[in-house]
């Protein structure tokens, strides 16, 4: 689809605010995301608290994915283990990887380019 101005991209049924709001919440999120691993400090090593930070991790992806209408908590248990089954697949791996490498910049534990 081609649009030429903001009126008809609102008319095809976008919404510039919406992308706005869900920008700032990520933005918000991440932070909270990094600020939790530096509280937690080193590497994810399966502890507790780095599996309890999964579970956060897991959680907002849930909720993003819904538009902020459901967390993994929410979830009936069928489709909480579904979703876990899903995100430990390759897409999970791809995420997890960029993910990783940003926490770790914010963290100062490895440089850029």
Known sequence: ??????????????????????????????LDFVAKAKEIGGLPDGSDSWANWLG?????????????????????????????????GQEERCFLLISSICLLRQLGMIGTR
Do not use: C
């Open 56 to 88: 956060h991790f897991q959680s907002y992806l849930v909720f993003r994915a819904s538009s902020t209408r459901k967390t993994l908590s929410s979830l009936g248990r069928g489709e909480q283990k579904r979703v876990i089954s899903f995100l430990k």
């Open 1 to 30: 689809m081609q649009v030429n101005d903001l009126a008809e991209l609102k008319r095809a049924g976008f919404s510039p605010e919406h992308y706005k709001k869900l920008r700032e919440f990520d933005g918000e999120w991440f």
